[in-house]
């Protein structure tokens, strides 16, 4: 069981005590960052130190990066591929070190051939994922026209350029090796993220071998899952924090405390029991991934472009405005917890002002500029979709009109200072021909709006839609940021 030692302080420091020699590479992580550092190996580590049943006992993983990050797992690599979370909120600080990574892997570093072997590893079960949304290549769940140069390169055998070609040309070799199938694990903010990836994974295989992808439809299992976890980008506060622990900035990540994992129980090839660690196995993750990706995710959208425009540079200031909290309040209650559907006993209220509390957290400096980041890839799902849902029941939506209009103000690179704001999105490129062919007014929204990767076709031809973006985007330009919150803050309430 773990050992827990007290560092004085409100810090607690945890150490696991499991039999670390017994593990074996039965996880594969691909896009081992910031998140899964602080998510999915905490849960594998507080499952292994519970040192329960012994078909929990050997459950190591490797850690994956396909481009950057050599220099990260080479720092991983100098620890013995241990590391430290440090959860952190306004109250204490949790101290654990992480043991359950037992190797790494980049194709930079020790080749390609070497990551792929890897899939034809007989104990190998699980390959997880967390590479964001822009890393399944896909729109609408199926393969983006846009990346058919990904499927020709996919045409020779040793050249998957992305994570997806990397897991089909990984399963082509387990195939051939006359291995069982296993379990791809996507643990990505995404809508039905097992099914994109089932999707994308089919396809990419499919433009290689027919047969191929008939043994992976037959073999292989994709589960949907829900991950809610705080992780910002590692910044001088956060390597303050590890500094004020005794960790060393390359050793450690900093996070919130709370956690939540909702899985699909699908698993091909078996798996932990992480409900040790806290984990839910439900049949279906779909509701609690609509309340994650529309409550918390579509806040943390609204808040962090209009923040930036505003001047926050951090998710807590923006809850130390009063309008910026009001408003997140009436978005989280007013039009996005009527378009949800979830099991009964669920308390969306309850849930919104927990959301808040975890927002706050001044111990977490989560920046609006990370979390603005591919915000094209994130819109649909966050904002969108609830949008669709009010059209079709004609209720009022002001503040998911004002999210979207945040957006498009984002998009023209300037805060209300007049500095320059950093537009990191896949879509950068196209995004800066519209705000340099059009001004500042209504014709600009509407080329946004037809950016079919974005918006789909139907409803940017959706009359109510681009009238009512149209206008709180006018409102936005011409009152400022906060004069729209105070409007909102005083308009009447929407119907119960």
């Given at each position: ?5 007290k ?10 005590t ?6 074996r ?13 602080a998510f999915l190996?905490t ?14 006992r050997d459950?190591?993983m ?17 620890e ?6 440090l959860?952190?909120d306004d109250?204490r ?19 390609l051939?070497?990551?792929l ?13 967390t ?30 350029a ?5 897991i089909?040309?990984g399963?082509?070799l387990?195939r051939?090796?006359?291995?069982a199938?296993?379990?791809v ?12 990836c ?7 295989a499919?433009?290689r071998?027919?047969?191929?992808a ?18 910002p ?16 900035a ?6 919130e405390?709370?956690?939540q ?13 992480f ?5 839910r196995?439900?049949?279906d ?25 505003a ?11 009063p309008?910026?909290?009001a ?8 039009e996005q917890?009527?378009?949800l ?9 309850a ?14 400096k989560?920046r ?11 819109l649909?799902?966050r ?21 979207v ?9 300037k805060?209300?200072a ?6 990191n ?5 196209r ?13 600009y ?6 950016l ?10 959706n009359a ?32 119960a």
């Amino acid at each position: 069981m773990q050992k827990l030692e007290k560092t004085g302080g409100d810090t607690d420091r945890t150490l696991p005590t499991y039999e670390r020699a017994a593990l074996r590479e039965r996880i594969l992580h691909i896009g081992f960052g910031a998140f899964a550092r602080a998510f999915l190996t905490t849960i594998l580590d507080e499952t292994l130190d519970a040192n329960g049943e012994p078909e929990n006992r050997d459950w190591g993983m490797v850690a994956v990066r396909l481009n950057s990050g050599v220099e990260d797992l080479d720092a991983l690599e100098r620890e013995d591929c241990r590391h430290w979370v440090l959860a952190a909120d306004d109250e204490r600080t949790d101290v654990r070190r992480i043991d359950a990574v037992v190797a790494t892997c980049h194709p930079l570093r020790d080749g390609l051939a070497a990551l792929l072997g890897r899939f034809a590893r007989p104990e190998l079960a699980i390959v997880s994922l967390t590479i964001t949304e822009k890393g399944y290549c896909t729109r609408d769940g199926r393969l983006d026209p846009e990346n058919a140069g990904i499927l020709r390169d996919l045409a020779t055998p040793l050249a998957p350029a992305t994570a997806i070609g990397v897991i089909v040309e990984g399963l082509r070799l387990r195939r051939a090796a006359g291995l069982a199938g296993l379990t791809v694990l996507s643990c990505d903010n995404l809508p039905e993220n097992g099914h994109v990836c089932r999707a994308a994974v089919l396809d990419f295989a499919r433009a290689r071998d027919e047969g191929l992808a008939s043994w992976i439809e037959a073999n292989v299992s994709f589960p949907c899952t829900m991950v809610d976890r705080i992780v910002p980008a590692l910044d001088t506060d956060g390597r303050d924090m590890l500094a004020r622990a005794g960790i060393a900035a390359d050793a450690g990540i900093v996070c919130e405390p709370f956690r939540q994992w909702v899985v699909e129980d699908d698993f091909a090839a078996g798996r932990p029991d992480f409900s040790i660690a806290g984990a839910r196995f439900v049949d279906d993750v779909r509701p609690f991934e609509e309340m994650k990706l529309r409550m918390l995710n579509g806040s943390h959208t609204f808040l962090a472009c209009l923040g930036q425009i505003a001047g926050h540079a951090t998710i807590a200031e923006c809850m130390d405005d009063p309008l910026f909290r009001a408003a997140a309040r009436g978005l989280m209650l007013e039009e996005q917890a009527p378009t949800l559907s979830l099991p009964d006993g669920h308390d969306l209220a309850a849930y919104a002002e927990a959301l808040l509390a975890r927002f706050s957290n001044s111990r977490l400096k989560h920046r609006t500029a990370q979390i603005a980041t591919d915000t094209s890839q994130k819109l649909p799902q966050r904002l969108l979709a609830p949008i669709r849902r009010h059209l079709a029941a004609g209720t009022p939506w002001p503040r998911l009109a004002l999210g979207v209009a945040g957006w498009l103000a984002f998009c023209r690179g300037k805060d209300e200072a007049g500095v320059a704001l950093a537009l990191n999105d896949p879509l950068s490129g196209r995004i800066a021909e519209i705000v340099a062919g059009n001004d500042d007014g209504p014709g600009y929204v509407r080329a946004i709006l037809a950016l079919d990767a974005v918006v789909p076709a139907d409803l940017a031809a959706n009359a109510d839609f681009v009238s009512l973006v149209e206008a709180a985007y006018l409102e936005l330009r011409r009152e400022g940021v906060r004069a729209t919150l105070a409007r909102l803050a005083d308009a009447p309430r929407s119907p119960a």
